[in-house]
C-alpha cells in the first residue's frame, strides 16, 4: 500500500533533519540497525547489518552461528519510503525509516520477519486475495523501576496520587497522564498512524489502543513503530510504558488481540461471507479449522518468553485454548457481533509482548493452511465451556519450544532456517532464566524444604 507520504519528494520530507534511524525488527519485534547521516540517506548510500543481529535475543546474546552463516555476513537495509518519518517527540530533530532486510543477492531475507510476513500476504496475493487484519495492543505505564527485584508501581498523576484499580473502561483516570497521552496522540497523528478506539483496560494504569483495520504489513509497521514511540514518549514524560504479557501479579495482562478477514482482490467482497446468502462460507470455516490445525505447535511465535504463559493463567481474560465462539471472550478465536460485511476472526492469544510481524502471520499463514487443507474446525464452543486437551495451548516457554521444533507445518510455512534460528534464541533466553533464583522460591522453599 502506498502513503500520502509518496507523493512529497524525501529531501523535502527530511529538510532540517541530521539523522536518520534506519531500523528493522529483530526476531522480538525490537528494532535493530544504525544511525546515519540524512546525507548519506538521501544519496542512497548502501548500508549493511550483520546477519546474526536478526536473531539476537532479548539479553542482547546470539546463538551459535550455524543459524545465520559461519562468515557472519552482511544484509542490506533498504528503506522503505512510506515508513520513513521524522520523529515528531524529539527535540533535536530525527527521523527513522523502517527498512526491510535483503540478501547480498538481493533476495528478501529468510531470517527477517517483515520478509515472513509479506511472504504470507504475497501467498494471498496468488489466490487473488487479500487479507486484512487489526491490531488491538495492551500496555501499562508505571513509574520508572530503578531495582528490578521490586514490582512496578503505578505512576503519580497531576492529582498526586497512585491509581489504585477499578478504572476499567472509565474515561476519566487516564486524565492524570493527560499531558503523555496528548503527545501519543499527536505523535500517531504525526506518523500517519489513525487510531480507532483508546480506553483504560482492567489493570492498574493498564490502557488499550486499537487500530484500525487495513493491510497487514501496514499494520504491522504502525504496531511496530507505536510501541517504539510509545517507550520513548513515556520516558520524556518520566514514566516507562511496559509491554510485558504479564508485569503485575494478580492483574490481567497484556494481549495483542488480531482480527483477520479476507477479501477479493477484484470485488472487495470478504470471502467468509456468501454474497447471496449473506451466511458463513467454507472458506470462513476451513480458516477457523486452519487456526486449530496449528496455532498449538505455533504458539511460540505468539507467545515468545517466559513470562507469556503467566498471562495465560487467568483463562478467561487470556483464554489458553483454540476453541472457537460467536462472541465469547472465554474462547482463544471470537467471532465478534458484526454485520456480514465484516464477518472476522479474532485471534486472542497474541500477548502484547509478540512481535506483531510474526504473529500476524503466523495467524494469517495458519487460516491460510486450513483453507488450502479443507481444515474443518470443531463445534463452536457455547456459554461456559472446558475446552478439549487436544485444543489446549502449551502452558510453558519449555512446551513451546518442544512444540514447535517438532513441528513440520512451522517449517512448511516459516522455513528451516528461520525457525531453528529462532528456537536457538528462544532456548538461550529460557536458559538465561533458569540461570536464576525467584524470590518465591527463596520465600517458600528456602526455610521449609
Request: proline fraction near 6%.
Amino acid at each position: 500500500m502506498t502513503s500520502p507520504l509518496s507523493a512529497v519528494p524525501m529531501s523535502e520530507r527530511l529538510a532540517g533533519v541530521a539523522d536518520i534511524e534506519c531500523v528493522t525488527p529483530d526476531l522480538n519485534g525490537v528494532p535493530r540497525g544504525k544511525v546515519m547521516t540524512v546525507e548519506g540517506f538521501l544519496s542512497e548510500r548502501r548500508l549493511q547489518l550483520a546477519r546474526g543481529v536478526l536473531l539476537q535475543c532479548i539479553m542482547g546474546g546470539y546463538p551459535d552461528a550455524e543459524f545465520y552463516g559461519h562468515d557472519d555476513g552482511d544484509l542490506v537495509l533498504c528503506p522503505d519510503a512510506d515508513q520513513t518519518h521524522v520523529l515528531p517527540w524529539l527535540d533535536q530533530t530525527r527521523a527513522l525509516a523502517i527498512c526491510e532486510a535483503v540478501e547480498l543477492d538481493g533476495q528478501l531475507s529468510g531470517l527477517s520477519t517483515r520478509a515472513l510476513l509479506r511472504k504470507v500476504v504475497n501467498q494471498y496475493a496468488e489466490r487473488g486475495w487479500t487479507p486484512v487484519v487489526a491490531t488491538e495492543l495492551e500496555f501499562f505505564l508505571f513509574e520508572p523501576n530503578r531495582d528490578d527485584t521490586q514490582a512496578f508501581q503505578p505512576p503519580v498523576g497531576l492529582d498526586g496520587r497512585r491509581e489504585v484499580g477499578a478504572g476499567a473502561f472509565s474515561v476519566s483516570t487516564s486524565n492524570g497522564l493527560k499531558p503523555f497521552f496528548d503527545e501519543i496522540s499527536a505523535g500517531m497523528a504525526a506518523l500517519g498512524i489513525p487510531r480507532d478506539t483508546f480506553m483504560h483496560e482492567m489493570g492498574v494504569s493498564q490502557f488499550e489502543i486499537n487500530f484500525v483495520h487495513g493491510d497487514p504489513v501496514l499494520i504491522a509497521d504502525q504496531t511496530f513503530l507505536f510501541k517504539h514511540m510509545l517507550h520513548e514518549v513515556a520516558l520524556k514524560h518520566g514514566l516507562i510504558a511496559v509491554c510485558m504479557a504479564k508485569p503485575l501479579a494478580r492483574v490481567p495482562g497484556c494481549s495483542m488481540h488480531i482480527h483477520q478477514s479476507i477479501v477479493e482482490q477484484h470485488s472487495g467482497q470478504n470471502i467468509f461471507t456468501d454474497a447471496a446468502t449473506q451466511q458463513p462460507t467454507a472458506a470462513f470455516q476451513h480458516f477457523i479449522g486452519g487456526l486449530q490445525h496449528c496455532m498449538a505447535e505455533l504458539t511460540l511465535l505468539m507467545a515468545p518468553y517466559v513470562n507469556s504463559y503467566q498471562r495465560f493463567c487467568h483463562a478467561y481474560a487470556s483464554p489458553n485454548n483454540l476453541c472457537w465462539s460467536h462472541d465469547n471472550r472465554a474462547a482463544g478465536l471470537r467471532i465478534p457481533a458484526s454485520e456480514p460485511v465484516a464477518r472476522r476472526v479474532e485471534n486472542r492469544l497474541p500477548g502484547a509482548d509478540a512481535n506483531p510481524y510474526l504473529a500476524v502471520a503466523a495467524s494469517l499463514a495458519a487460516g491460510l493452511y486450513g483453507i488450502d487443507h479443507a481444515c474443518e474446525p470443531s463445534a463452536p464452543a457455547q456459554g461456559e465451556f472446558n475446552a478439549p486437551d487436544e485444543l489446549i495451548l502449551p502452558g510453558t516457554l519449555h512446551e513451546a519450544i518442544h512444540r514447535l521444533d517438532r513441528s513440520a507445518v512451522a517449517r512448511e510455512l516459516f522455513g528451516a532456517e528461520f525457525i531453528n534460528g529462532y528456537l536457538a534464541s528462544k532456548r538461550m533466553e529460557l536458559e538465561s532464566f533458569m540461570d536464576e533464583i525467584t524470590p518465591w522460591e527463596r520465600r517458600y522453599l528456602g526455610s521449609q524444604v
